[in-house]
């Protein structure tokens, strides 16, 4: 064997030797990184990243609430896969993802007696400056991340929402099922098509959304579920009018037949 072919050898041998532990350690970093910016116990199962494609895959993604919630669950991901176009953001400043997968068996919006929700404490994390644990009393307000997820494909199987806000725990489970593909994402509130709000409607009529889900896509989703139970109530009248119509029409009808 030439003294080439060795050196091939053993260089491929050290990047393969790189890569398993880049695979077996990167798990464990992105865990304990997220769990100091949030504040929130995050599980990965599995993570493998691509810096050269800027291809992503994690699976078994599980987020429980800090101590101190009455109860542990968050947020339980099947999978998330991404297709990032990594020079995007070292020469603009957008970061573009060429494709987006998120697959969620279940999400579980916890509202506390303060008035503050797990949703809304995990994105606040994400805009202090040195995380959680150096969290200010009144959070300074950071500039937003520009996006654009080409495509972004989301499902959602179930939604808990536990309210401990009153004098008694309420909680209830809605199987959702969205199943929904998006194009040319670059705001959380272009989520909010009518297949989306007609499978969030029946967990949103009766609740101000605002208070569960934080910034502007909890008020978004507010006002749409609002103009949906409008113009639901406006059918179910106008239904309600004609039927008392017809009914009239026809007992007439009947009247006048009789001899």
């Known amino acids: 064997m030439s003294g080439w072919l060795k050196a091939c050898l053993l260089l491929g041998g050290v990047f393969a030797l790189a890569a398993l532990a880049w695979m077996a350690f990167l798990p464990a970093v992105v865990e304990r990184e997220l769990r100091s910016v949030t ?6 199962t599995t993570l493998a990243a691509n810096p050269f494609t800027g291809r992503v ?7 429980n609430n800090p101590p101190g919630y009455p109860v542990p669950d968050f947020i339980e991901l099947r999978g998330v896969r991404a297709d990032i176009d990594e020079f995007s953001w070292i020469f603009s400043d957008r970061l573009v993802i060429r494709e987006l997968d998120l697959d969620a068996a279940k999400v579980e919006l916890v509202l506390q007696g303060n008035g503050r929700s797990n949703a809304a404490d995990f994105a606040a994390g994400f805009s202090r400056p040195g995380g959680a644990a150096a969290a200010p009393a009144v959070p300074a307000p ?14 959602l199987d179930r939604l ?7 004098s008694r725990k309420e909680e209830k489970t809605y199987d959702l099922k969205i199943d929904h593909t998006f194009s040319d994402v670059s ?3 272009q989520l909010l098509v009518p297949d989306v709000i007609r499978s969030l409607y029946p967990f949103g009529a009766d609740r101000d959304m605002g208070r569960l889900l934080p910034g502007d896509f909890g008020r978004d989703l507010s006002d749409a579920l609002g103009g949906a139970h409008q113009v639901g109530s406006k059918l179910k009248d106008a239904g309600k009018k ?3 119509y017809l009914k009239g029409f026809w007992d007439k009808l009947e009247q006048s037949a009789k001899p």
Not at 142 to 155: D, G, S, T
Not at 160 to 166: K, L, R
Request: glycine residues 10%.
């Open 187 to 189: 705001n959380p509130s």
């Open 142 to 155: 950071a500039k937003p991340m520009k996006y654009l997820v080409r495509r972004l494909h989301i499902r």
């Open 39 to 44: 504040g929130f116990d995050v599980r990965v």
């Open 57 to 63: 895959v994690v699976e078994g993604l599980v987020a």
């Open 160 to 166: 808990v929402v536990a309210d401990f806000s009153g």
């Open 242 to 244: 004609a039927g008392d």
